[in-house]
């Protein structure tokens, strides 16, 4: 087993290591190359769909996930795209075009997904179950309830949703909707914590139905075992693996 710290798809890998950090956006290079990873797991082992993400921005996130998607699949990218100026589609356009993802494999959805059904969401989407799902849209636990109201009902059975900006110093409440959903959702569970790179850059959540679990984390803590904290996370009765760039234990 290979301990390099990379995705393992290529068209991501040069992303990662060329335009991440020029395309302007809040999510870790640690955790983009970490997702990428799952994406080519999940299509390794046959789980095909499209996947979306409710808050594309300027697409830093977006661009490195549809650069993982398999011939044939497609990304979603909702947002307001009106935040901070009307030119935030044009210039995510523009990234997305230099990153090399050509415009068939994938369609931005400007829409606010605080007014959308579950129905309409699935409609905006393909119609088909979602493979992976990234919630990075309004930060009250509110919007994220109904952001993951969304997700769940459209997520592929063997799916991931990722939530970002989760136990970020600027948003310490919005963990409380995760904690809703999942006594709400006893079939989910946190199947993974990854962790910040700093504070613009702050850690994400991987959440997925019980029985998908085993698909994803031992091959998590093998593939990346230099970033593997060992004690993992106590996830509300359940064990969570947890990735961190530097894992150490605290000394006693
Ligand atoms: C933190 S930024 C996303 C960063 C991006 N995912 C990245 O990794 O670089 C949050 C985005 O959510 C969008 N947003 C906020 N409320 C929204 C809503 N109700 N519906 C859709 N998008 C929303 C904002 O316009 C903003 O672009």
């Not at 993400?53 to 977006?62: D, L, N």
């Not at 310490?172 to 914590?193: G, I, K, T």
């Amino acid at each position: 087993m290979t301990s390099v710290f990379a995705s393992g798809i290529a068209a991501l890998d040069r992303y990662l290591s060329t335009d991440f950090t020029a395309v302007p956006g809040m999510s870790s290079r640690f955790a983009a190359t970490i997702c990428g990873h799952l994406l080519r797991r999940q299509t390794e082992l046959g789980i095909r769909g499209d996947i979306a993400e409710i808050g594309t921005f300027e697409g830093r996130f977006f661009i490195a996930m549809a650069l993982a998607l398999a011939p044939g699949e497609h990304a979603y990218g909702f947002d307001l795209f009106s935040w901070p100026d009307d030119g935030v589609l044009d210039r995510f356009l523009g990234h997305a075009a230099r990153s090399g993802l050509t415009s068939d494999r994938f369609t931005p959805r400007p829409f606010d997904t605080g007014k959308l059904s579950t129905a309409e969401f699935g409609g905006l989407t393909g119609g088909q179950p979602l493979r992976f799902l990234h919630i990075d849209g309004e930060h009250s636990p509110e919007a994220l309830g109904h952001d993951l109201t969304l997700a769940h009902a459209n997520l592929h059975p063997q799916g991931l949703i990722c939530l970002d900006d989760m136990l970020h110093p600027g948003y310490p409440f919005l963990v409380v909707a995760v904690h809703d959903y999942l006594r709400r959702h006893q079939d989910m569970r946190l199947m993974c914590v990854i962790d910040r790179e700093d504070i613009v850059a702050a850690p994400k959540f991987l959440i997925c139905r019980a029985d998908a679990v085993a698909l994803y984390e031992t091959d998590l803590m093998q593939r990346f075992a230099a970033q593997h904290f060992v004690l993992g996370g106590d996830a509300m009765g359940h064990h969570c693996v947890v990735l961190t760039p530097e894992p150490r234990l605290a000394e006693v």
